[in-house]
């Protein structure tokens, strides 16, 4: 995971840190500066209406693996609640057990709430939401063309 550091073009301070792995943010990547006022993108925020919506967000298929690996670890965390733990006292044998079952409960929790989210739609109709908020900030053509002149891929659409 490489760590990027955002500085300001005009005055040099730090704007922001992130790495490559960080969620995106769908909403306008035009930031400024709060030092000299300076406008700049944030690489993490996207425009949706001029990337597209990720495909990738609606497969089920990860979402199942979450909440398998989320049952096989709260099975594991509930089998270990019947082994005594070799050099623990008693009181705290109740600990990693505990553990293991609140982990795989929320990889299971998780799994199932985006299954539904997107088996129902909702999911799709979010996103459907932030491309008509995108779509309207991009059909503003001084929008569009601070966002090109700043550096950001817009499409010609919009230009």
């Not at 089920?60 to 965390?77: D, P, Q, T, W």
């Not at 409960?105 to 997107?118: D, H, K, N, W």
């Not at 999911?123 to 939401?129: C, E, G, N, S």
Request: hydrophobic share 40%.
């Amino acid at each position: 995971m490489t760590r990027y550091v955002l500085r300001c073009s005009e005055c040099g301070k730090k704007l922001l840190e992130y790495d490559t792995a960080s969620i995106k943010r769908y909403k306008s990547p035009i930031k400024k500066c709060k030092k000299c006022g300076r406008e700049y993108i944030d690489p993490r925020c996207h425009e949706i209406a001029a990337e597209g919506i990720p495909e990738d967000e609606f497969s089920v298929i990860s979402y199942v693996f979450a909440f398998v690996l989320g049952l096989l670890i709260l099975l594991r965390g509930l089998h270990l609640y019947g082994y005594r733990t070799a050099h623990t006292s008693k009181e705290i044998q109740w600990v990693l057990p505990t553990f293991i079952c609140i982990l795989g409960g929320a990889f299971l929790i998780f799994g199932v709430v985006e299954i539904f989210t997107i088996l129902t739609g909702v999911k799709r109709a979010k996103f459907d939401r932030l491309y008509d908020k995108s779509d309207e900030r991009l059909c503003d053509r001084n929008y569009a063309l601070k966002l090109y002149n700043l550096g950001y891929k817009v499409p010609d659409k919009y230009l």
